[in-house]
């Protein structure tokens, strides 16, 4: 489930010169289609709170809410404590993030999954004797160190000395848009291009939205605001 790179290039081509306003060289258009797939991405966070303040409808295919813990669904991971244990490295109590994890979902060990709390709540909940944690009842924290758990007053849990689990969303791959000259003409690569994640609806969008990045690139006022309205037409025609 992708977005041809190579479709959304072709038609941003296709709009942009329409109106004679300049070429888009593979590299421009690499950073503007990276840029709006993940200002894409992010939007889904900030809808979904929106939507939730709502009530949604209760048609299969058309409930928002729905419609976007679809798009979400594509990038949710489950790992377990190998994966953690090559991919988290552990300095001192904390559990190290890699960038490529936008948003941590559950964390558990064992079984039993982990409370997040905010730093100022994981420092009450270890030394009280009411919340004391255990391995029972983990209880964890991320900070700019890391994710630190705690299965004890001053017991920390990693991947390496008990079983863990976490499940989070991953940010998009970096797309590209590759080729080889020929002729001093760039031709699509398509054995090492890289497509868009996001979900097959996104297309029109995307290419509405390069489009507008790009016509700031090139300073054509008329090509940033004609993308930008059929944007907005789009977005209309799809809520």
């Not at 797939?37 to 949604?56: C, H, P, R, S, V």
Request: hydrophobic share 40%; glycine share 6%.
């Amino acid at each position: 489930m992708a977005v041809s790179i190579d479709t959304v290039y072709q038609r941003v081509l296709a709009l942009a010169n329409k109106e004679q306003r300049g070429y888009i060289t593979p590299q421009e258009f690499n950073l503007f289609a990276n840029q709006a797939q993940m200002e894409m991405f992010e939007q889904y966070f900030y809808d979904i709170k929106g939507f939730n303040q709502t009530l949604g409808n209760t048609q299969e295919y058309s409930d928002s809410l729905s419609v976007l813990y679809e798009k979400i669904g594509i990038f949710e991971e489950l790992q377990d404590s190998s994966w953690m244990i090559m991919n988290m490295p552990v300095s001192g109590d904390y559990i190290s993030i890699p960038k490529k994890i936008y948003k941590i979902g559950t964390v558990r060990v064992s079984s039993n999954q982990v409370e997040l709390l905010n730093t100022k709540d994981w420092d009450a909940a270890r030394f009280s004797p009411l919340t004391t944690p255990t391995e029972e009842r983990p209880i964890g924290s991320i900070t700019s160190k890391g994710l630190v758990v705690a299965i004890g007053k001053t017991t920390q849990a990693t991947p390496s000395t008990i079983s863990m689990s976490i499940s989070y969303i991953r940010r998009p791959v970096k797309v590209e848009w590759a080729y080889v000259i020929v002729n001093d003409k760039a031709l699509y690569n398509d054995n090492i291009s890289v497509d868009f994640e996001l979900h097959p609806s996104e297309e029109t969008e995307l290419v509405y939205k390069i489009l507008k990045l790009a016509g700031f690139g090139l300073k054509a006022v008329e090509v940033a605001q004609g993308a930008t309205g059929l944007e907005q037409d789009n977005k209309q025609t799809t809520l």
